[in-house]
């Protein structure tokens, strides 16, 4: 496609319902067209610290074009937008933070301790969970096995994410991120529903590999609202977090 049009293969294909597309490729995606809108300014030295992801309606399986404009420039904070469009309606926006790149490895710590090597784990088929291209994709590897609610484990894939061009490791590491509402259900996905309708990803340190690690907790509420919550990592350590907010409710009796 052009540089902003994608059109997505059968392995971007969702969980819910295999004719829309999962979000985790397309969150990859927004990042990959912002560093692209970063790449045609001068560098400014500034790192994205946070994105917050909404979504706005129906994902289908069909061509999309990611549109990225900076709305509040600087040079130590920038604030930046990006919207995802299918059949010209907008479908996700993205607002990130990009803060200045200095150096503070002298006061750096705390955070999480590091998960095991994705190497000695053994592969989870999440197909026994999950339908769809995107999760029939992935080399999932769990500490120990998943619980309802509770699950920590690795995520990767030999997939590049857009065809025939680079793409950041941040973007790589995003793509794999809203897998997180995925690999710990509260609940059989064929007796309720619970699809998140945010992503906010802080991070205050790059992450870099082919692995994403997901140390994730689900909540349910009491009146259909629940929270799906995640220490980031990569392989030297944690990277940040991620919140998902869901829409919990029982499917319709057949």
């Not at 350590?237 to 907010?245: F, L």
């Amino acid at each position: 496609m052009d540089e902003h049009r994608y059109k997505p293969t059968t392995h971007a294909s969702g969980a819910w319902d295999p004719d829309e597309q999962h979000f985790s490729p397309l969150a990859g995606l927004i990042v990959h067209a912002i560093d692209r809108h970063l790449a045609a300014h001068p560098d400014t030295g500034l790192r994205l610290s946070r994105i917050s992801f909404d979504i706005l309606g129906r994902l289908a399986l069909d061509e999309c074009e990611v549109q990225v404009e900076t709305i509040r420039p600087g040079r130590t904070i920038e604030l930046l937008e990006a919207v995802a469009l299918i059949a010209g309606r907008p479908v996700v926006r993205a607002r990130a933070w990009l803060l200045a790149d200095n150096d503070t490895t002298a006061v750096a710590g705390g955070g999480a301790t590091p998960l095991r090597s994705p190497e000695t784990l053994d592969p989870w088929p999440m197909t026994s969970v999950w339908p769809g291209g995107y999760i029939a994709s992935l080399d999932v590897r769990p500490l120990a096995p998943p619980q309802p609610g509770r699950t920590t484990a690795w995520i990767s894939t030999r997939l590049g994410l857009v065809a025939g061009q680079p793409v950041s490791p941040l973007a790589s590491f995003v793509a794999l991120v809203d897998t997180a509402n995925g690999i710990a259900v509260r609940q059989p996905p064929t007796a309720w529903m619970f699809p998140n309708v945010d992503l906010t990803i802080h991070l205050h340190r790059r992450p870099e590999g082919r692995w994403t690690g997901l140390d994730t907790t689900v909540t349910f509420g009491p009146t259909g609202q629940g929270v799906t919550s995640t220490v980031l990592h990569d392989l030297a350590g944690p990277v940040g977090h991620a919140q998902q907010m869901l829409t919990v409710r029982p499917l319709p009796a057949a």
